[in-house]
């Protein structure tokens, strides 16, 4: 590029040079210069027309034989030029013979050379300025029509690319199938000298947020290698074939710069399966898609060149895509646990001033499914309000306030609520928290609070869990049904009257309790089967859930629903009515500071279960 702009600089200069030699030289070449007598003699004689009268000068046209009668008096050959110029004398007795004669003149003023220059130099540079504007725009690989088979790809050279794996935190398996791309990158005789293939390309699959590209990153900045940047959606366009030539010039420039990576974030956009579109026959998208695998294909792994994409849609994708050759590498970078989120966590508090009360371990346990791009918004929000407040340092209530924010939104302490209302809410969530503290003790009530957030959110109850677990019993989903019925509950045992506040409450377990019996087959009735099949349709809405069942069966399916559900809804009504002075005494408390957290909440609900 900076040699072209080198040409392009020698070539103008070398244009405006004979631009002002031309004009420099423009009365040589048009102009036959003449004496005053030659003149005279040849304005008496009727040779001369169109005359021009400035102040120092006069131009004119030569008529007919001219030339000749010009030849004679200078005694030479002179040559054919239709243009003369002389230096004009004080001659009073001009005008009024060019009038006498019939002569066609005009006066004009002096002309000066460099404003002729400028008026011929100043509409030329805007033209040509304009046509380099043009041309650059048609030819530009982001936006021109003659760079539309260019790719969009972003390159970064091996010293643009600062990360590397200490940046990286929560994915350690990730982490270490990466690992071996490295040295594949770095060492490639090392595999190739005992026949092995280096694998082609990597898929690196997982929920938003996980780290997907951040690991890709940092897989460039640890061996040490360019990394080619592009968004799947970057191939698709509107004109065919235009997704095909920018895979192929994709390829093509990863050749040149091997060994490198190229990665191909969202994936799924050009990757589809095929032939499932609801439009039907062949699409732009297909035509770029085979053209990928066919460039998957021809090009030699020994070069270095190692393809990593991201998706977090992979059951989408084109099992063309997926078979071994192409993408030989599937990584799972899932959400993070407990240990994960705190290292997250480090790593976005390393420039940040903490106050000596943050502790992130608590932070983490109250995070938890949070990914990675979660969390930086977490710490992000936490140093915006404590900066806000003018503090030298974040503390934890400001990491508290971030998580609430996150979670269930701004806080609305200007919303009005009457006092009954307020009354009705602090019960709703002191059932919640009475309830969990006695049948989820593994999930301890950290903090209930009663101030309005977000557009619905009236108050919440939020529990830590002590462990992370990654499967449920049937007696912990059914505990987690009858914590969902605590606020209904206490409402309808205090005010003998049921609101309009326990709406999510209900869709949850009822969904819940739908699941129990139509997927996890924990009905004893229905016994150990599923109802529910995941379907493939069309590419816009990829499965649907279509239920395998008879109008019996799905009798059946609907008492055992309600059974679960009457059952959860009793037991919590057992435990409040055997809870109901700690109901009063939380509530009270409630009212009194909208929020309760920490030993005042643990003392109240766990210390009394104990004396009891």
Known sequence: MKKNYKVLLVLSSFFFFILFFFFLEREHFYYEKLTYSEFKILLKEGLVDNLILKKTEINGQFKERASERLSQLRNQKVKDTPYFRVYKAEDPELVPFLEERGIKFEVKPESNFWITFLSWMIPLLLFVGFWLFIFK?????????????????????????????????????????LKEIIEFLKNPQKFTRLGAKIPKG??????????????????????????????????????????????????????KMAPCIIFIDEIDAVGRVRGLSPLGGTEEREHTLTQLLTEMDGFDPKKG???????????I????????????????????????????????CRNIKLAPDVDLK?????????????????????????????????????????????????????????????????????????????????????????????VA?????????????????????????????????????????????????????????????????????????TFRKREHLFLDVPFKERELISEETAKLIDQEIAKILRT?????????????????????????????????????????????
Do not use: W
């Open 137 to 177: 725009k048609f030819a530009s690989p982001e936006s021109g029509i003659m760079g539309f088979g260019k790719s969009k790809a972003k390159i970064y050279v091996e010293n643009e690319i600062q990360v590397t794996f200490k940046d990286v935190a929560g994915v350690d398996e990730a982490v270490e199938e």
């Open 202 to 255: 990597v898929l690196l699959i997982g929920p938003p947020g996980t780290g997907k590209t951040l690991l890709a990153r940092a897989v460039a900045g640890e061996s040490g290698v360019p990394f080619i940047s592009i968004s799947g959606s970057s191939f698709v366009e509107m004109f065919v074939g235009v997704g095909a030539a920018r895979v192929r010039d994709l390829f093509s420039q990863a050749e």
């Open 317 to 348: 994708l084109d099992q063309a895509l997926l078979r071994p050759g192409r993408f030989d590498r599937v990584i799972v970078v899932d959400r993070p646990n407990l240990k994960g989120r705190e290292e997250i966590l480090r790593i976005h």
């Open 362 to 454: 608590v932070i983490a346990a109250r995070t938890p499914g949070m990914v990675g791009a979660d969390l930086a918004n977490i710490v992000n929000e936490a140093t915006l309000l404590a900066a806000r407040k003018g503090k030298s340092a974040v503390e934890m209530e400001d990491f508290e306030e971030a998580i609430d924010r996150v979670i269930a939104g701004l806080a609305k302490k200007n919303r009005y609520l009457s006092p009954e209302e307020k009354k009705c809410i602090a019960y709703h969530e002191a059932g919640h928290a009475i309830v969990a503290s006695v049948l989820t003790p593994n999930e301890k009530v950290h903090r209930v609070s009663i101030i309005p957030r977000g």
């Open 305 to 315: 060149v190692i393809i990593i994409a991201a998706t977090n849609r992979p059951e």
């Open 457 to 529: 959110a009236l108050g919440y109850t939020l529990q830590l869990p002590t462990e992370e677990k990654y499967l449920l019993t049937k007696q912990e989903i059914l505990a987690k049904i009858a914590v969902l019925f605590g606020g209904r509950v206490a409402e309808e045992l205090v005010f003998k009257e049921i609101s309009t506040g326990a709406q999510n409450d209900l869709e949850k377990a009822t969904e819940i309790a739908r699941a129990m019996v139509m997927d996890y087959g924990m009905s004893e009735v229905l016994g150990p089967q």
């Open 568 to 612: 959860s809804y009793e037991r919590a009504k057992k435990i409040l009515e055997e809870k109901r002075e700690v109901l009063e005494k939380m509530v009270e408390l409630l009212l009194e500071k909208e929020v309760l957290e920490g030993s005042e909440l643990e003392t109240l609900l766990y210390q009394k279960s104990e004396e009891q």
